[in-house]
């Protein structure tokens, strides 16, 4: 072989060295994202989950690859959205928007590591053997949501006093529909007060739904809580300000869009931890393992200019205790 070749074949080999290099790098592990609610409702929050993936070293596009599947509210979709996760042989399956996801996950993969965020108890629902060992490939974040349906009833009673009926909005689709119900009317009797359950599935149901507020001497609505009417939120809020009714939400974006109040969890908190629990276990931690977290942080969120509108005046000890005040 003549000198002039050798060079020129060691120089080729040489610049392909890079190339065969990049090659053999493994690919970036993929987490699922599975929600039963849209990304345009729960965007933020979103932000919050990819913060606690940063927390344990990992970024989006720079060593992890994140597929999204959202079934904006319609729960039906979810069983297949999971499945379709599971065959696209993500890592791990992060799962938020109430029980629905995680359920869905739960039947379509053993295998697989999933968490959660989730407003019921796991144990109750077959998720988790145990808070502190969950004993299977399932573990997350509980936020006991559905336990302060009463929680709320009593706050907005506060706020609107001598009231003879209360409605309650509730998606009849959701799988925890009886447990909620159940703690709304013991409520209601503790306050001695009529409750009128209005029943929504989908934006196009939200008007009809609302008919009986006009028909009926109803004087306070509870938005139950649910993925869905937070995904609806904007549309919820002018339904109910068009009916001139005081209401109460579950999360403090819907005071930020013009409700009257909310009490609640602190959902971004929570997408973080799970977000956190994510990463720990794409460095190997197993979800039976890691026990599930509860929420410890409540907020009461009260806006000032929706009561003004309202012609309500806050009485003082629960202007007193509300975390923010939206002026």
Do not use: C
């Amino acid at each position: 072989m003549r000198r002039r070749e050798f060079i020129t074949l060691l120089g080729g080999a040489a610049a392909a060295w890079p190339l065969v290099a990049h090659a053999q790098q493994p690919p970036m592990p993929m987490i699922g994202l599975l929600h039963s609610g849209s990304a345009a409702a729960f965007g933020r929050h979103i932000t919050a989950f990819r913060e606690g993936l940063r927390q344990d070293g990992y970024v989006e596009s720079q060593n992890i690859v994140i597929e999204q599947r959202w079934a904006d509210g319609h729960y039906d979709r979810l069983p297949a959205l999971a499945a379709d996760l599971v065959q696209r042989g993500v890592a791990v399956i992060a799962t938020m928007g109430g029980e629905g996801p995680v359920l869905a996950a739960k039947a379509a993969t053993t295998t697989i590591p999933v968490t959660f965020v989730i407003g019921s108890d796991p144990v109750q629902l077959g998720l988790v053997a145990s808070f502190n060992r969950p004993g299977s490939n399932i573990t997350g974040i509980v936020q006991l949501t559905t336990a302060l349906e009463s929680k709320r009833l009593g706050l907005l009673y506060e706020m609107v006093t001598k009231v003879d009926t209360i409605a309650v909005l509730v998606n009849p689709t959701r799988s925890i529909i009886d447990a909620q119900l159940a703690e709304v009317r013991e409520a209601t009797a503790r306050l001695g007060v009529k409750v009128v359950i209005l029943r929504a599935k989908s934006e196009a149901e939200l008007e009809d739904a609302f008919a009986p507020l006009a028909k009926q001497r109803i004087g306070a609505l509870l938005v139950a809580a649910d993925p869905f009417f937070s995904s609806v939120r904007r549309q919820l809020v002018t339904l109910v300000a068009r009916h001139k009714v005081p209401a109460i939400y579950e999360w403090r974006d819907f005071p930020d869009a013009g409700g009257l109040m909310s009490y609640g969890t602190d959902l971004a908190d929570s997408y973080r931890q799970n977000g956190i629990y994510v990463g720990r276990i794409l460095k190997g931690e197993k979800p039976a393992d890691l026990p599930v977290q509860q929420s410890t942080k409540f907020e009461l969120v009260i806006n000032l200019k929706t009561a003004k509108a309202l012609g309500l005046t806050v009485p003082p000890q629960l202007l007193s205790r509300a975390d923010e005040v939206i002026e």
